[in-house]
């Protein structure tokens, strides 16, 4: 059933995902993004708003900063209250921001509308779950190929700098949630988009967000667990302290939580095998 987001709804998007409420005259449609003129013309823009000459760099910084708002948004609001927001990028307006000395861009959504998912009818949940989730990566996949085409930047790297979020969205701000319905939708949609979902809807011989999901590590005694990547999105590159992020495979305290656990999953064998 087709009805327009509440006020309540638009507010948490504006609130918490980089959602404008307003327009602005600043702002280009995402579906320009197809065009691979003006996605060039964005990425040498991109290379000016980082601080680098490095196309390469700037290429997978972008991706980071728009692929936040694509995917992040509705799958919010896909699993939090059950309804689609509308897919299509013609609707959907990348607004240009800087923060902090940071580009960070935000959405402006022209179109409202969502699709509210009824669990008793022919199109139920398990029915549309799998065609919402194949529109939305499918486009995606297109820009990381047109992307990495531009920029060479591996593809492996634009989409873990998408998988990130994901797995922040449905391990840290869904988790969140203290209702029971929304719960266990959390459990199932998150589980779904890592095991259910196949290649091919990602238009890849491997599934990014299975690739990713690798186990959480404990870096520093003082800290939680963490995710160490497995390819770097060159962040250090673009801060003026150059640190890199959190969970940056080259960063020297991630590398050595790596080797340990390595060392330790050795000793285990080890004495498993002399046992």
Not at 21 to 50: G, H, I, Y
Not at 89 to 105: E, G, H, M, T
Not at 123 to 152: C, M, N, W
Not at 232 to 248: L, Q, W
């Amino acid at each position: 059933m087709r009805q327009q987001l509440t006020n309540n709804q638009l507010n948490d998007l504006v609130e918490n995902f980089r959602i404008e409420a307003d327009q602005n005259p600043n702002m280009f449609s995402l579906s320009k993004l197809r065009d691979e003129q003006f996605l060039c013309e964005v990425l040498e823009e991109a290379k000016v708003d980082f601080d680098t000459d490095n196309l390469f760099i700037a290429a997978s910084q972008f991706i980071k900063r728009i692929g936040f708002l694509i995917v992040v948004p509705p799958l919010y609001n896909l699993t939090k209250h059950n309804h689609w927001l509308s897919a299509n990028w013609s609707n959907q307006y990348i607004v240009p921001r800087v923060k902090n000395s940071k580009w960070v861009p935000s959405l402006y959504l022209d179109d409202l509308a969502v699709i509210s998912i009824d669990e008793t009818s022919e199109t139920s949940r398990h029915k549309l779950l799998p065609q919402y989730l194949e529109q939305l990566f499918g486009d995606i996949a297109a820009l990381i190929g047109f992307v990495s085409s531009i920029s060479r930047v591996p593809k492996p790297i634009l989409w873990e700098n998408i998988a990130v979020y994901i797995y922040w969205l449905y391990e840290v701000k869904l988790s969140e949630e203290t209702d029971e319905e929304i719960m266990a939708r959390v459990h199932h949609d998150f589980h779904f988009l890592i095991y259910e979902l196949e290649a091919e809807q990602f238009q890849e011989s491997f599934q990014p967000l299975k690739r990713f999901h690798g186990i959480k590590r404990l870096v520093s005694l003082d800290a939680e667990p963490v995710r160490i990547r497995r390819t770097c999105c060159f962040y250090y590159e673009v801060n003026e302290s150059r640190n890199c992020c959190g969970n940056c495979p080259k960063s020297e305290l991630n590398k050595a939580a790596c080797r340990a656990t390595k060392d330790s999953l050795y000793e285990r064998d080890m004495i498993r095998q002399k046992g």
